[in-house]
């Protein structure tokens, strides 16, 4: 009768331990992300990976776009209806993707300054990619900026879209000084504006950012801004050290 007591205190301390480990185990993976991530709302996942922040996302926009035409989402197609007289749609059709950025949780200037490459260098809040100010290696946007839809964005020829300027629906939806995204580095993208007034070019440094207060770091934090005159986002690289971005 003792050895019976002993086996199913035994198998009762076991199934308790189980339930211990197993409750353990299914903590939300948004638990120890930072606020400031977890307005990226356009995301399948978001989590932290060591030093890390992985951000994954499919890349499609959640506003409308004449891309979207002749696509399974084509409910978001949207004939252009913007300002530019000499707009003309390439022929590249928006698709949907698995994107992995992993971008540091707590970024810091960098010895020497990476410069960005072409395709995703960071992650706007709706998921879509940011790239940089390069239509192709050292070819400026000139004649491809006439292919921007309504909202600044436009898919490549694989049908990855992607801002290479101020996304005009983020900026109409959260305010055109508010937070817009990262760039890979972990340094955050803002609109246009800070404290009421208008950011241009000769406000930033040569990576198209500065340090200042903002809603998100009252603190201060080096940040980027958005700006209508080239480079539009990003200058002369990252000015932070870049993670990674897969897709």
Request: glycine residues 8%.
């Amino acid at each position: 009768m003792t050895s019976v007591k002993i086996i199913i205190r035994l198998s009762v301390l076991a199934i308790l331990t189980l339930f211990s480990c197993t409750k353990s185990s299914v903590t939300p993976s948004t638990s120890t992300v930072p606020d400031v991530y977890k307005k990226i709302y356009g995301v399948t996942d978001v989590y932290v990976d060591g030093d890390y922040i992985v951000i994954k996302s499919t890349g499609l926009p959640d506003h409308k776009s004449p891309y979207y035409q002749s696509t399974q989402w084509s409910n978001l197609y949207e004939a252009y209806n913007g300002t530019n007289a000499n707009w003309s749609q390439n022929p590249n059709k928006i698709s949907s993707f698995t994107y992995t950025f992993k971008i540091p949780k707590n970024p810091a200037v960098a010895s020497s300054h990476a410069a960005t490459p072409l395709g995703a260098i960071g992650v706007s809040l709706n998921g879509v990619p940011f790239y940089n100010q390069y239509a192709g290696p050292n070819q400026p946007l000139t004649n491809e900026i006439n292919s921007f839809d309504q909202y600044d964005g436009h898919p490549q020829q694989q049908g990855a879209y992607h801002y290479h300027a101020e996304p005009f629906y983020l900026t109409a939806q959260k305010g055109e000084s508010s937070l817009l995204g990262f760039l890979l580095d972990g340094f955050p993208v803002y609109g246009p504006f800070e404290n009421g007034t208008a950011i241009s070019n000769s406000n930033l440094d040569a990576y198209h950012g500065h340090t200042a207060a903002t809603a998100d770091y009252p603190s201060g934090i080096y940040h980027y801004h958005t700006t209508s005159a080239a480079p539009y986002i990003n200058g002369n690289g990252f000015y932070g050290t870049p993670g990674t971005v897969s897709q």
